[in-house]
T-cell receptor
Framework: NAGVMQNPRHLVRRRGQEARLRCSPM?????VYWYRQLPEEGLKFMVY????????ESGMPKERFSAEFPKEGPSILRIQQVVRGDSAAYFC???????????FGNGTRLTVT | KQEVTQIPAALSVPEGENLVLNCSFTDSAIYNLQWFRQDPGKGLTSLLLIQSSQREQTSGRLNASLDKSSGRSTLYIAASQPGDSATYLC????????????FGAGTRLFVKA
């Protein structure tokens, strides 16, 4: 049973470009969470999604950031017009329905040059 | 608003020492509390999960306790080893208004051989 898969592991973008981060949850998990970790800091909650629904996006910046979890395929975190301050590690976690135990992927490290 | 604080921020101990990491949270209405380990440049590994109705959990040399009324949890590591060197994160999941997990900033542990 594969764990949570995130890709790419490393992503380099120039300022103004778009970044697309993918997350495939564990088999049987229908809940996905995205977190951001700045250097030397803890994880900050961004968004919580179920299939085709955004449940809680209170941690998402109001502009340039969006997330989706379609009926088929991985969850996508999209950052438009990236800026240097977006450089961070972005972690995805999944959990099965009704059970709040998080299983994390290895993260995507975004570097904006 | 739930806030999670971890003390100390960093800790350096000689091999073989027993140690305690502390976590405090402001809202006692929690669903569960998890302790994670994060190695540099890697994802998170779940160590122990304590449900809100439980007082403690044990796994090998690790023991975690939970005192909801005082908003505290401790992670006890017995007979520390150099391989225990990592960042330890405490995460609290709220019990109302939907699942959302909030992380502390972590304790960076270094065990000297």
């Amino acid at each position: 049973n594969a764990g949570v898969m995130q890709n790419p592991r490393h992503l380099v973008r120039r300022r103004g470009q778009e970044a697309r981060l993918r997350c495939s949850p564990m088999k049987g998990h229908s809940h996905v969470y995205w977190y951001r970790q700045l250097p030397e800091e803890g994880l900050k909650f961004m968004v919580y999604l179920q299939k085709e629904n955004i449940i809680d996006e209170s941690g998402m910046p109001k502009e340039r950031f969006s997330a989706e979890f379609p009926k088929e395929g991985p969850s996508i975190l999209r950052i438009q017009q990236v800026v240097r301050g977006d450089s961070a590690a972005y972690f995805c976690a999944s959990s099965p329905p009704g059970v709040q135990t998080l299983h994390f992927g290895n993260g995507t490290r975004l570097t904006v040059t | 608003k739930q806030e999670v604080t971890q003390i100390p921020a960093a800790l350096s101990v000689p091999e073989g020492e027993n140690l305690v990491l502390n976590c405090s949270f402001t809202d006692s209405a929690i669903y569960n509390l998890q302790w994670f380990r994060q190695d540099p440049g890697k994802g998170l590994t779940s160590l122990l999960l304590i449900q809100s109705s439980q007082r403690e959990q044990t796994s090998g040399r690790l023991n975690a306790s939970l005192d909801k009324s005082s908003g505290r949890s401790t992670l006890y590591i017995a007979a520390s080893q150099p391989g225990d060197s990592a960042t330890y994160l405490c995460a609290v999941t709220r019990g109302t208004g939907g699942f959302k997990t909030i992380f502390g900033a972590g304790t960076r542990l270094f065990v000297k051989a």
